[in-house]
């Protein structure tokens, strides 16, 4: 056997693990969904193959197109409030002293590390219509906060807003593409007379623009499976599963709910695959206009 | 994320059902009922004195085999993995509208050989209680608690508002919404107390049976959802919130109160009246045993007393690798000795606090006898001793929903159809026709496999 061949097998011996793990934890399952959305299965009686009719289901199934909504609206309102919000967060960090932004950097990165069922409690106290936080801030400044929690209107802003907490690990991306930009492109343009928003159109966003494009993608996929949080307070007792408010029926929580709480793992594992496609559309969306928006130095 | 996390529980499940098919899992060993054994189970936890007590005397009952408890609520997703991969635990423990559907899937067995090699007395218990876990004329549970559903008023709002507790009942329907308005109370524009609270959706069956309707016939076969008397039922539990200023506010407003706490709404007289589980006795007077309550039975348009109840009971997997030991230890779960030294136990602690014992409400017809005779003691609050009579006496008025064979979804899809009304989506009659539409096709695909 020769070095580079003995080479190859030991590199193979070292990815095994991840093979296997990748074989039996991930490709095994997805194709047992796969096979499993063309069948009636509920786990405990036999399996049936029902060819299309999953599919054909949730065409149909208003609460498929609600709960998909409810998705897109949050994603669509989410993503960018969190990349622009963490882009300020960053932007601050980047401008403050050595000590004070290591400071910041670590209470900006807490809420991340807070567990989401933590938060999605918080959410309901916070956000209370009565006796909450943040009506109570908005009275104080003479506004009439709405019942954020209860009322349909308003909770998938309300859920939206909340989601802003967690937004520490984009900020943590953010600042270190901010810290990687060369200083001497800000002076050049600093000498040309270009404005602090010129500058920063010009140099700062072409230059991090790897960073929100991989943000970008990140944040949508997750935005898109979010389950913890608005599964916490809105369905994650049996008293709020009696109050769960279709407001509040994310795409997940749907299929979680027809999988372990009704027992159809078929229909499920089809839920399951439209959101692989719909998830896989919209990434491949991204990835085609990013050729236009995205500067890699290297290129 | 999640997404992956499901895909990987149902293959792991479908791995291990397959391997369980060609005998690799699963115990395949007899159960004589001699060995020594350590029993498993699922959804029951010893976290106070009467369960620790009866679950002494369960094993006491076995001995020298044992029950080890799971400490854990009832986790359908967890049981569905044990029960698919043949390794399931020896005992459940969950709430008995869930037995038909798990029956109906022969996840769980009858108890019709249990009952008669142990020789259990099924009249000790409640026949509404039976009825409950009950399913197609068979067996599917021993029931434990009785959940009773009353009014409990609040004295002090009733005092301040002109009304009479003593005289406050659901009977009259305009009655009860003049008496809502009077109660509830509006301060900055903001709810400051509500009124009457009618505990929708998860109390329609209470309301639809207190108009002389039902959700589902009585063999549990075919939804009711369209019956008037539920339609009329919902559009006027509908109009008692929406006379309080609406769902959102309402429901607002209700998720603040510290319902287990000393600061509960009856304490902070942010609430006039609701029906609610006997449970809540024992909350008051352990959190505020000085508020001024009245208990009253739940009356339905006829003015007799209803009283819708519910509660867990134990059943026995299928393929439990024990079931003749378990058989044993959930008789003696249940049976009128254990409940009553359990009712004793939690008479001593309570004692030992200063607090007021409000007793034991049971599915096991014996043991309420002994325990309200000669366990329970008056409390030196004249409200909570007139409360557990009231309680007692409902009790007679007992009714259950029958046991289904799709029970999670024909109660997912009233509620949903609830909720829509509330939130202002739809209109009763529409609301409810959809979700029979939704409710007979979940029950006539459960039943067809019965």
Avoid at chain 2, 233 to 262: C, E, H, P
Avoid at chain 2, 441 to 450: I, P, Q, R, T
Wanted: a neutral charge; aromatic letters at 12%.
């Amino acid at each position: 056997m020769t070095a580079r061949r003995r080479e190859t097998w030991a590199a193979y011996g070292f990815l095994s693990p991840w093979i296997v793990g990748f074989l039996v934890f991930l490709a095994g399952p997805m194709v047992a969904s796969l096979v499993l959305s063309f069948t009636d299965y509920d786990v405990l009686t036999s399996t049936d193959f029902v060819g299309g009719e999953n599919y054909r289901m949730l065409l149909a199934d208003p609460k498929v197109r609600g709960s998909l909504a409810n998705t897109m609206f949050y994603t669509v309102l989410h993503v960018p409030l969190t990349m622009a919000v963490a882009l300020g967060l960053a932007m601050l960090l980047a401008r403050a002293g050595r000590r004070s932004a290591g400071f910041f950097r670590t209470i900006f990165y807490l809420p991340t590390i807070t567990p989401k069922v933590a938060v999605g409690v918080l959410f309901l106290l916070l956000f209370n219509g009565q006796v909450g936080l943040v009506n109570g801030v908005l009275g104080f400044l003479g506004i009439n906060g709405p019942d954020w929690t209860s009322d349909g209107a308003w909770i998938k802003p309300g859920i939206v807003l909340m989601s802003a907490w967690s937004l520490g690990s984009t900020v943590i991306i953010y600042l270190a593409a901010l810290q990687n930009v060369p200083r001497d492109l800000y002076e050049a343009a600093e000498m040309d007379g270009a404005s602090p928003w010129a500058r920063f159109r010009a140099v700062t966003v072409p230059m991090i623009s790897g960073a929100l494009f991989f943000t970008l993608i990140i944040n949508t996929i997750s935005s898109l499976q979010t389950f913890d949080e608005v599964y916490t307070a809105f369905f994650g007792s049996a008293n709020q599963q009696t109050y769960g408010n279709d407001a509040a029926l994310f795409y997940v929580i749907y299929l979680f709910q027809q999988a372990f709480q009704f027992l159809h793992m078929g229909y499920a594992s089809a839920l399951a695959w439209l959101l692989f496609l719909i998830i896989m559309l919209i990434t491949l969306v991204q990835v085609g206009l990013s050729r236009r928006f995205v500067y890699y130095e290297s290129e | 994320m999640f997404i992956r996390s499901i895909r990987a529980a149902v293959s792991a499940v479908l791995v291990v059902a397959l391997a369980a098919g060609c005998g690799g899992v699963g115990s395949s060993g007899k159960d004589s009922g001699n060995a020594t054994v350590t029993l498993t189970m699922m959804g029951f936890g010893t976290g106070d004195e009467v369960a620790q007590t009866r679950f002494d005397a369960a094993n006491a009952a076995i001995a020298p085999s044992s029950a080890k408890a799971s400490e854990g609520s009832f986790s359908a997703q967890q049981f569905l993995s044990a029960v698919a991969s043949g390794s399931p635990p020896d005992l459940v423990y969950l709430e008995r509208r869930l037995l038909g559907t798990y029956a109906v899937k022969k996840a769980i067995v009858p108890l019709t050989d249990c009952v008669e090699r142990e020789k259990i007395d099924l009249g000790q218990f409640r026949p509404a209680a039976v009825a409950e876990a009950t399913l197609g004329g068979t067996l599917y549970g021993l029931p434990e608690f009785y959940n009773n559903r009353v009014l409990m008023i609040n004295d002090t709002a009733f005092t301040e508002a002109g009304l009479d507790p003593a005289t406050f009942s659901t009977a009259d329907w305009p009655a009860l919404t003049a008496a809502t308005r009077k109660l509830t109370a509006v301060r900055g524009g903001k709810l400051a107390r509500i009124g009457f609270d009618p505990k929708i959706p998860e109390f329609l069956p209470l309301w639809a049976h207190a108009n002389g309707g039902a959700l589902v016939s009585e063999d549990g076969k075919k939804a009711q959802l369209t019956d008037p008397k539920v339609v009329e039922a919902l559009t006027f539990t509908v109009s008692l919130i929406n006379a309080q200023g609406g769902w959102a506010k309402f429901k607002s407003f209700r998720d603040s109160f510290d319902f287990f706490g000393a600061k509960n709404q009856f304490a902070t007289d942010q609430l006039g009246a609701f029906p609610m589980e006997d449970f809540y006795l024992n909350v008051l007077t352990e959190s505020s045993p000085d508020v001024k309550l009245t208990v009253a039975p739940f009356r339905g348009v006829d003015g007799q007393p209803v009283d819708w109840i519910t509660g867990n009971a134990w059943a026995i997997p299928a393929k439990s690798p024990h079931a003749a030991q378990a058989c044993k230890w959930i008789k003696t779960m249940t049976e009128s000795g254990s409940w009553i030294a359990a009712a004793k136990a939690r008479a001593a602690a309570r004692q030992a606090e200063g607090a007021p014992f409000t007793g034991l409400f049971t599915g096991n017809v014996k043991a309420d006898e002994v325990i309200f005779k000669d366990v329970v003691k008056p409390t030196g609050h004249p409200g909570f001793d007139k409360a557990v009579q009231t309680v007692l006496q409902t009790q007679q008025a007992g009714f259950s929903e029958p046991a289904l064979a799709a029970g999670e979804e024909f109660k997912a899809a009233w509620q949903d159809a609830v909720n829509r009304v509330l939130s202002g989506k739809q209109r009763p009659a529409e609301a409810l026709a959809q979700a029979q539409q939704q409710a007979q096709a979940a029950l006539d695909k459960a039943n067809s496999g019965s």
